[in-house]
């Protein structure tokens, strides 16, 4: 059956992308309540097309509640007929993008796809609505390719609240996890570990997102008259910045990290034999004149195995062009961790607060907000799934595939393993120069159609 | 003559007033470059009302060339027809504004001027158009008493770039100095020490603005990938920021301490003697649970006769609402430092660029850009100008006059004296709380009348 299926998909190429592209017109940013209508408009977009393929009970599930007012809806559908000896499959995905800016920074547009070079441009195009688009297609290729039946029985949950934290699906996994019981979850939203090579992503850091907000004086004050008595929020901010991390890169957080677990011999071998070249990466993925990062562990082991900080924004003041002076009455500091399995979102939020609150400097209040968290994981590696999914993307790609980790968060893979007891398959094809997050995102078209086959093979493959 | 002149702007005060508010509602922040227009506009407002009340040679004189592509125009007239034997003074004054941010702290929006108390409320109400209407008021008052003549030759300067490093007049002050040769300057940009207590202003503090831009990746990169090797900028600014000045408030710059002079003994001896209650500044001006800055020096030594380091704003990354894993590819911070004699903005900005170069972390570039700058000043008191303007305030307010210095920087005062060779009279009517810079700026309207009384007197009695 896959080989029709997998001739469809491959006449349909052209419409496919043309209709993805429909979905990344749609500037659906979850964090931007001015973008509440568009976020909606995506949810409507993809619920109609899992209809027209023959998905069935297709709804939109509401998020926001009073304890949750910005929440955005959830997608889900199923067909469930495939009978009770065939497994089911959850494929996940979310719709929701992050903010496009720096504007001035894209090529082309970020909600206006372009293609160059083989690449589709545009906020989202990976990451992930391009992704997700794969698992609908290729249970469209199956359905034509099979009288309007599937080989698997499969439920569909897309989310749109995954770069704001997926406060909405896991309250919804809590509260109602039996309505996306299955035997196995399948998540696009990771990257390979380099062109034509196979990965499945097996573990992930978990993180918390704070702000920290610095009050000194009771309004702004102008600094030539206040300067050298008045508080100033902002080089407050830096001193408790420097000491949540010294020069080299470790975290000054005490006991942060008493609960790092060190990755097996066996990950740390695999590692080192994936084919990595740390000069390639400084220069065309960071860019910058050096790498930083704690001493005495390699590039991966930082980015997948070790917990991190950064600081991602610090409003308040004066950031127009030219000149104000201003001592601001208040400053804030966007600063997140990523963390790494054993570690807590909830302990390690508790270990941070305490501690800046310890070190505020003089003069100045302080307050520390959680605004979302993720936790770590690692998955299993040996069960049937696992085999399914390595087969179908050797049959693709013609390599055996690598088991990585990912330095990213993807916090409903956590509530799906812990709370639904499922393996999850973290299968994507993203590329390492995606621009994940950044101007000028990309798809590479031809792991767009890779990714559609791989899927629709891995289907028919757990089905047997 | 000044009893009839007195008489005219106590019968007029409610209309001298309402012209200010005209004025007020022109939005001429000099920074902003889509203001320019009403930068203008407020120009062509004072060149007009001097023309009306009888002031000749009225013009604007353009500053804006193509090493200073943002020039605003100069405001200037005179009436130089008292006769030889009797003093030339020049009035200056300023007609833009700072911007108004944070908008959302304004009881009153800024520039709708609004009367509250007996204040006037309004960004500009005190800093300076209040304070320079005055000018034009007292001269108004003298020529409806005289049947159209002053009892001395006035010319009157006002320039549009103060709150921006005024360069268009120093230009103008060093090419056509002659233009504005006069016995004495007369400004009005500062503030009395206490309400009711008449003060002489006779040092200000320098500066210089600067701008610190770290670059680090070749793009903005998402921290869940990358965070543990790219460099963080804004990491990067606060390791640099708190390497500048240590947690007590010393600047660390190698050499800036060198060329600071300390005050008279009898200037400390007087500084000592003024009615000032540190708690009480620090509760109602600061407003902060504590007062920062250098050990060892009084509120008053800290903010008028030592240099200090402050950080405006922070530009760069994700400052809206909510949350962005991003790590920028660049952050700037907008830092200023304030000078005193005898440190000059040259040297001061070579001891910190070359400190700031030394002291880059690892993994970024560094640019350090000088904004604008001002030299610190003190100013004699030993002149019959200095005589004629404490007689005037001890008229008007019944008490004798204070001398203090200022923290801000009026970068013109210091070319008067310097290129002009002329005594200049900082009598400013401001109040500690005016709030200058900051939201809910406001002119104590009692002050403004007896602003306008001192003035006039003050013309009389150099007449004599």
Redesign the interface.
Known sequence: MSSKAIEFAQHQQERFVEELKSLLRIPSIS???EHVGDVRRAAGFIAEELRRIGMENVRLIETASASHPNGHPLVYADWLRAGADRPTVLCYGHYDV??A??LD?WISPPFEPTERNGNLYARGAVDDKGQMWMHVKALESLFAANEGRLPVNVRVIVEGEE???GEGIAAFVREHGDQLRADVALVSDTEMFAPDLPTLCVGL?G?I?TELEVR?????????????????P??A???I??KL?D?E?RILIPGFYDCVARPTEEELKAWKALPFDEEH??KT??????????PGYS?LE??WA?P?????????????????????AR?L??I?M?LVPDQTPTEAFAQYKAYVESIA?????IEVRL??SGDPIVVSTDNPYVRAATTAMREVFGVETVFVR????IPIVGDFVRELGMPTLMMGFGL?DD??????EKFHLANFHRGIESILRFFSLVAA
């Open positions: 964090t931007l309540p992050q903010p800016e720096p920074e770069e704001v934290g850091r993180m997102y000194g004086g009771r309004t702004d004050l102008h600094s030539g008259m206040y300067g050298g008595t008045a508080p100033n902002f080089v901010l830096a001193q910045v420097t991390k020069e890169g990466y400084r993925e960071v860019g910058s004149s050096e790498l930083t990062g704690e590039v930082r980015t070790r991190t900080l950064d600081v991602h924004g610090m409003p308040g003041g004066f950031i127009g062009a030219g000149a104000k002076t201003v001592i601001p400053a500091a966007k997140s990523r400097p003089r003069g100045v209040e605004i979302h990912g330095g990213g968060s390492p621009n994940l997050h950044a101007p000028n």
